[in-house]
Structure formats: structure tokens, C-alpha cells
């Protein structure tokens, strides 16, 4: 089986552009989850996807995030337009039940600079 | 705010030894609670989960979950180097759809 797939592996871009980070679940997980860990601190959720429909994004920080899952399969998460502050290691998750035993993806680390 | 607490070490012990892993949680209604094992650069694992009081045994590791204190810890036995990671605790976060609230972790450093 497949495990969580997640690309780019790390990105470096400026402040003010816009990057995308893609996720591809283990098949057959509903549960889609993003977390985020900035340096010094903890992982934290973000956001919760079931199949294609956003479940929680109590987490995201603010609006320059914007997550989808097209046809509840891959999901995007997007940086627009990105700022010093959103630099950290982005780890998708999966899984089939909402119990929290997740699949991480090994996740996309993203440098604003 | 939900926190969960874990001293971040480094903790050293030797190999053979049993590394002893503590992590407290604030929100007295958890349920669910899980220790992660990540290795420098790569992705969390998923090494135990334990959903009642008492102790649970999955080879040489054993969680256990007092709620009664807000406490879980995770035992090692006869530690190898290869254990030798930043270990997480995580709870789930009560109300919620299954996300976790995550500790920032324990380094543990298994020396030969």
C-alpha cells in the first residue's frame, strides 16, 4: 500500500508569492487532515477534509490559506500570498476513521524568505 | 487552551535500558491519546494508541493513561539506538472530528 504522498519535498519562495502544496492520501481514506509545524513549536491542525467536503478549518490562520480536495482524492493547500510567518513543515495525514490513528505524509517544508 | 505538555529533553539512556516518556493534557473530557515516533527529517509514526485507563503492551513498548491525573507515558524496554527519536504525544481534541493537539515532543538519545 501506498503511503501519504506529499510535494514539493521542501520550497523556498519570496515574500508575497503564492505556493502551492499538494497532498495525495493513502486510497481509500476519507479523512484528510493538514497540520502545520513552525520551528520551536508543535504540530498543530490546520484543517480536516471528509472525502471533498471541509470538515474542520478551525486551525487555518487566516484567509491567505485556502485548501481543497478535488473530487475527494488529492488536496491542495495554497499560500497566498505568503508571508516570514508561514515558514514551517506542512504534514498531510490520512486516515479511514476519525479515531486519530493518522498516516503522515512526510511532508512539504516551506521557507518564505 | 487545550495544551499537552511533554519535557522536551534530550533524554539520554543507555541501550538495554527502559526510556520512560511522560506527557500530561489539560482537557479532562480526552479520549484518545497516541504516541508518535519521528525521526529527524522524516514524517510522525504511529506507535501506540491507548483509549483507557490502565496499561497496553505492544512488543517492547508499553503506554499508559491514568485520566484521573491527565497522564500518559510511554515505556521502552530494552531500548536500542535505533530508538533513538523525537517521540510525540497527541490527544485528540474533544468536540472535534478527530484532530490532535500535539506536544512538542521528547528527544530521546539511546547511547551504545
Known amino acids: 500500500e501506498a503511503g501519504v504522498t506529499q510535494f514539493p519535498s521542501h520550497s523556498v519562495i519570496e515574500k508575497g508569492q503564492t505556493v502551492t502544496l499538494r497532498c495525495d492520501p493513502i486510497s481509500g481514506h476519507d479523512n484528510l487532515y493538514w497540520y502545520r509545524r513552525v520551528m520551536g513549536k508543535e504540530i498543530k491542525f490546520l484543517l480536516h477534509f471528509v472525502k471533498e467536503s471541509k470538515q474542520d478549518e478551525s486551525g487555518m490562520p487566516n484567509n491567505r490559506f485556502l485548501a481543497e480536495r478535488t473530487g475527494g482524492t488529492y488536496s491542495t493547500l495554497k499560500v497566498q500570498p505568503a508571508e516570514l510567518e508561514d515558514s514551517g513543515v506542512y504534514f498531510c495525514a490520512s486516515s479511514q476513521t476519525r479515531q486519530g490513528g493518522y498516516t503522515f505524509g512526510s511532508g512539504t517544508r516551506l521557507t518564505v524568505v | 487552551q487545550k495544551e499537552v505538555e511533554q519535557n522536551s529533553g534530550p533524554l539520554s539512556v543507555p541501550e538495554g535500558a527502559i526510556a520512560s516518556l511522560n506527557c500530561t493534557y489539560s482537557?479532562?473530557?480526552?479520549?484518545?491519546f497516541f504516541w508518535y515516533r519521528q525521526y529527524s527529517g522524516k514524517s510522525p509514526e504511529l506507535i501506540m494508541s491507548i483509549y483507557s485507563n490502565g496499561d497496553k503492551e505492544d512488543g517492547r513498548f508499553t503506554a499508559q493513561l491514568n485520566k484521573a491525573s491527565q497522564y500518559v507515558s510511554l515505556l521502552i524496554r530494552d531500548s536500542q539506538p535505533s530508538d533513538s527519536a523525537t517521540y510525540l504525544c497527541?490527544?485528540?481534541?474533544?468536540?472535534?472530528?478527530?484532530?490532535?493537539?500535539f506536544g512538542k515532543g521528547t528527544k530521546l538519545s539511546v547511547k551504545p
Open positions: 497527541a490527544v485528540n481534541n474533544r468536540g472535534s472530528q478527530g484532530n490532535l493537539i
Open positions: 482537557d479532562r473530557g480526552s479520549q484518545s
